[in-house]
């Protein structure tokens, strides 16, 4: 086992309390947007000691992929870890943003690569050939934007929107008409929504003269009713973003709270957007992004139209499961990743059995919350809330168990593993749990 030490990304939205926080120290006093555990090339984990011939994780992996993956799993993924785990703390609201498909990532990679376009270039749309699937499980009340809603329902959104700027005595503007009529038209509700993204997303002066009057109106009207909430975000979106088609684009997406212990998933072609809340974040190893508004940075429309998914879907929960060995597993349907969570209660009443760290080949796992004590076969190590390690396959099995310190206090301790994924049917029949942090 190999104690890591990770990078923390100091992107705008991030929270400059939130992590610092989680890990009881004092804050940075730079936002701290996400932690990255893992072996991608953006920002590789870095070993604590250096290993021979290996200062960080994708050296050591690279250097003997078989005993650190397993044969199977280094053979699957091409001798690489296949997934990427970060605390994520978002202060404010990211942008709006969709991933491509492993076959989309693989083309707009090598063309980009054949163009010359340099890597760090800021209108550059792909960073590597993979695909990013990516599961959010929240540690606080978390918000976000994930998928397109029902187009009908999506029409009488704007409705409510339209009747509140007639109410503020402004004149509704004819786009906000034009699309009311549009999603209420009938045709395949795909082609609603493609319709009313793509006339958002290509900007304009009256795109921004609708943004500004349904946000004004979004602000000050006392009767949302049931989209109240939708409404304060159009007016919270505006006032980070003024102008922006994101503002509109979301009224389009399903508005989602997650309690802490929630998780959803986010399959390739789903237009997200995360709004505030901290939370523990597992993907395929990939920094793949195509950006559709709420954001300065560069936004290729044509390939964004080429990515998004505009099929209306239901919110896209992960239950947790347990198994026979006392594991808490989230399974969403990615071959790439699982989450595992781990939480050890202390106490004379409590179960102090260790508990097996899920291991598909590889693992990755953090401690959140007091003191744990992980052995293996090649030997133990002791994490503190804050430090993570890499568990390599040849390592198996591994236990994880309450350090002295975290059994001499109530709040035990509380960690999270990912590995390589055991994909499971989310119709499953199978029982749910109570997973409240």
């Given amino acids: 086992m190999y104690l890591l030490r990770n990078t923390i990304r100091p992107y705008a939205w991030g929270s400059t309390t939130a992590m610092a926080g ?3 120290r004092e804050p940075s006093g730079e936002p701290e947007a996400e932690m ?3 072996a991608h090339s953006g920002a590789p ?10 200062q960080t994780l994708d050296e050591l992996i690279s250097a003997d992929p078989g005993p650190t993956l397993g044969p199977d799993i280094a053979a699957r993924f091409g001798g690489e870890l296949p997934f990427l785990a970060k605390i994520l703390a978002a202060g404010s609201p990211l942008s709006l943003q969709v991933h491509p498909t492993p076959d989309q990532a693989a ?3 090598a063309a980009e690569e054949a163009a010359g376009v340099d890597r760090g270039a800021r209108e550059r749309n792909y960073k590597d050939r993979n695909h990013k699937p990516e599961m959010i499980f929240a540690l606080t009340p978390f918000e976000a934007l994930c998928g397109f809603r029902d187009p009908d329902d999506a029409a009488e959104l704007f409705r409510t929107v339209n009747r509140a700027i007639d109410g503020a005595g402004r004149q509704v503007p004819d786009l906000l008409e034009w699309i009311v009529a549009e999603l209420s038209s009938g045709h395949p509700a795909p082609e609603r929504l493609r319709s009313v993204f793509s006339t958002l997303i290509a900007d304009g002066d009256e795109v921004h003269t609708a943004v500004e009057l349904a946000a004004a ?3 000050v009207t006392a009767d949302g009713g049931a989209y109240a909430r939708e409404l304060a975000t159009v007016a919270e979106l505006h006032g980070f973003h003024p102008g922006d088609p994101g503002v509109l684009i979301s009224l389009l997406l399903n508005r989602v709270s997650l309690e802490p212990g929630d998780a959803v998933y986010l399959p390739a072609g789903n237009v997200h957007a995360y709004l505030s809340g901290l939370g523990v974040e597992v993907m395929a190893s990939s920094d793949n992004v195509l950006r559709g508004g709420l954001t300065s940075k560069h936004v290729d429309v044509p390939e964004l139209l080429k990515t998004v998914d505009f099929h209306p879907v239901g919110i896209p929960s992960v239950a947790a499961e347990r198994t026979g060995a006392g594991q808490e597993l989230y399974r969403p349907p990615f071959e790439e990743f699982q989450l595992q969570r781990l939480q050890l209660a202390s106490g004379p009443d409590s179960d102090a059995a260790p508990v097996p760290v899920a291991q598909n080949g590889p693992a990755v796992l953090i401690v959140v919350r007091g003191s744990m004590l992980l052995s293996s076969p090649a030997g133990s190590l002791v994490l503190e ?3 993570s390690a890499f568990l390599p396959a040849a390592d198996a099995p591994v236990t994880a168990a309450l350090a002295t310190d975290s059994a001499q206090h109530d709040d035990g301790a ?3 593993a990912v590995t390589v994924g055991s994909v499971v049917s989310q119709d ?3 029982p749910t749990l109570d997973v409240s942090v």
């Avoid at 984990?45 to 290996?54: D, I, M, R, T, Y």
């Fill in 217 to 219: 109106a979004a602000a």
């Fill in 107 to 109: 083309a707009g990679y």
């Fill in 428 to 430: 499953s029949d199978e």
């Fill in 414 to 416: 509380l960690a999270f």
């Fill in 45 to 54: 984990s870095v070993l604590v000691p250096a290993a021979e011939g290996a």
């Fill in 22 to 24: 989680l890990f009881g």
């Fill in 385 to 387: 809330a804050g430090q």
């Fill in 36 to 38: 990255w555990i893992g």
